[in-house]
C-alpha cells in the first residue's frame, strides 16, 4: 500500500516508522531539518513541501497513492490537504484536528471536507483519561463489541495480593481471559501456573464488570473515584469533564481564567467550577484537593501539568493523571511520581496506526507500544474460527495468540476450549505483534 503522510512532526514521525515496514511510505513537510532527519532515519521517501499544494502531492505520488493522512499542527491545513488529495487523486483520506468542531461537522456528513476518516486530539485524550479513571489501577483501557467487551493493562505493585499468585489463583472471575503478561522485554502468553510477579503489566480481556473486578483485587483498597479534581479548562480538560459526567461523576474544574470559567459552568451541569491558578497552593489545600482521589492535570503546557500533580500527590491526593504534549516526557513524568502520563499526540498516532491496520476489523487496541494487538473481528464463513470450538481452532492458530472474549447478538459469551464459534459472532483476540499477519489473513 502507498501512503502519504503530511506533517513530519511526533505524530507524523510516529506513523511513518509504524507503516514504513510493510508499506511503502512518503512523507511532506516544510521543515527542512524534519525531512533530513527523516531520510536518515526511516525507511521512507521525505520531500519538502506544502502539502496543500496538488503539485508537491503530485510530486508524491498521489496519482497511485491509496492512503493520504494529513497529521499537522494546523487543523485547517489538514483538512485543505484532504480536499487537494481527493483532486489529485483517489486516496483514502484521513484528517487529525485538535477541535471537535470539525469532528461533529465531519460526524453529521462523513462526505464533509472531503476527508474520509477524522481523529480529534483532544476528544482521544480525554476518552483516554477517562478510561483509566474509571479503573484506578489501570495503565490502559479500551473498548471492544459496542461496550461489552474491555481490555486493560494492569501494573501489579509489589504490595498487591495478586502478586506472586498464579493466573489460575488470580483467576476468580466468570467472564475475564489474561492474555498478556509483559515483563520486560518478554510478552508472556500465560497459563494457569504462569506467575504474575511484582512490576509485571498484566493484560487481560472481559466484561466491564469483571475487569472492574480484578482492578479491585489488584489494589483493594483502590474503589471508584468519588471525588475528581481537573487542573486546566481547556478543551481537553473540558471534554474530560462532560464525559465524566456522562458516567455519572461530578468533578471539579478549576480554571484560571473568569470569562473561560464562566462558560465551563454553563456547559458543565455537574461540574463544580473553581476560579483559581492550579499551582496556587494555598488554594489547594483550602479547597482540601489533597483529599481528592483523582487529580487531573490538563493545563497549557507539561511543566505546569507536572508542577500540579506533584504538588496535589504532596498535599495527598490519590491518583494523578498528567496530559503530556511531549511524547518523549511521558515515562519521565511517571518516574518522578505521576501516576499516569497521557499523550495526546501519542494516542492520535496511535489512533491512526491501529486504524490503517484494522480497516478490515471491527476495532484494532495496540498493546505497549507495539509490541501486541488486540482485534475485533467479526466471523465470516472462511474465518479459520467458524463453527469450530476455539479447541479445534487453536491448532491452526500462530504463537501468541489467545482468544479473550466473544459477543453473539450483543451477549457476552466467555470463551472457553469446547465454546464453538458461530459466524456472525465478534471474536475479540489477543495477537503478538509477530504473529499479526499471518493471523490477520486467518481471521
Known sequence: ????????????????????GAHDVVVIDVDADRVETLTYELDVLALQGDGCSLDVLQEAGIEEADMLIASTDDDQTNIV?????????DPFTIARVKSPQYLHTWERDNRAFGVDFMVCTDLLAARTIVGVIGLPTAQDVDMFADGAVQ?????????????????????RFDSLTFVGIIREDDIIVPSGGTTIEAGDDVVVIGSPES????????????????????????????????????????PRLVEHDPGRARWLAEQLPKTTVLESDATDRSFL?????????????????????????????????????????????????????VDVAVSPREATAEEITRFTRGRHAENVSIVDGDRAEVL??????????????????????????????????????????????????HVVVFVETDSLEQMTQLL
Open 211 to 250: 475487569t472492574r473486578a480484578f482492578s479491585s483485587a489488584i489494589a483493594p483498597q483502590e474503589n471508584r473515584p468519588s471525588d475528581i479534581v481537573i487542573v486546566g479548562g481547556g478543551e481537553v480538560g473540558y471534554q474530560t469533564a462532560r464525559l465524566l459526567e456522562e458516567r455519572g461523576f461530578s
Open 376 to 425: 475485533e473481528v467479526e466471523i465470516e464463513a472462511e474465518s479459520v474460527f467458524a463453527d469450530r470450538t476455539i479447541r479445534e481452532a487453536a491448532s491452526d492458530l500462530p504463537d501468541g495468540v489467545v482468544v479473550g472474549a466473544i459477543t453473539r447478538n450483543g451477549e457476552f459469551v466467555v470463551p472457553r476450549g469446547d465454546t464453538v464459534v458461530e459466524v456472525g459472532d
Open 1 to 20: 500500500m502507498r501512503v502519504i503522510i503530511v506533517g513530519a512532526g511526533e505524530v507524523g514521525s510516529a506513523i511513518a516508522e509504524s507503516l514504513s
Open 285 to 337: 489545600e483550602r479547597e482540601n484537593v489533597g483529599r481528592a482521589d483523582a487529580v487531573i492535570a490538563a493545563l497549557e503546557n507539561d511543566q505546569q501539568n507536572l508542577l500540579a500533580t506533584l504538588l496535589a500527590k504532596r498535599l495527598g491526593a490519590g491518583r494523578a493523571v498528567a496530559i503530556v504534549d511531549t511524547v518523549e516526557f511521558a515515562e519521565l513524568f511517571e518516574a518522578v511520581g
Open 81 to 89: 490537504t484532504c480536499g487537494t488529495a481527493a483532486v489529485g487523486g
Open 151 to 171: 481490555m486493560a493493562e494492569f501494573e501489579i505493585p509489589a504490595e498487591s495480593p495478586v502478586a506472586g499468585q498464579t493466573v489460575q489463583e488470580a483467576d
